[in-house]
């Protein structure tokens, strides 16, 4: 199992529901969305942008 994501991939990745950039948390194998308050999965390298595969931030995690 891959635990890289490609950084040019995370260089153009969005979340598709509000159109801001993602961070990485590699720990976690997830791409974060603190507007959505999102995280979408990363699976075997590849990221799920799916809305309803995203998993809902607990409030302390979302950076402001």
Known sequence: ???FVD???LEILVCPL???PL???EAAQELI???AGLAYPVRDGIP????DEA???EPHEVKK
């Open 55 to 57: 998993r809902t931030l």
């Open 23 to 25: 961070r990485y948390d």
């Open 18 to 20: 509000t159109h801001v």
């Open 33 to 35: 969305s603190d507007q």
């Open 7 to 9: 950084p040019k991939l």
């Open 1 to 3: 199992m891959s635990r």
């Open 48 to 51: 799920v942008m799916l809305a």
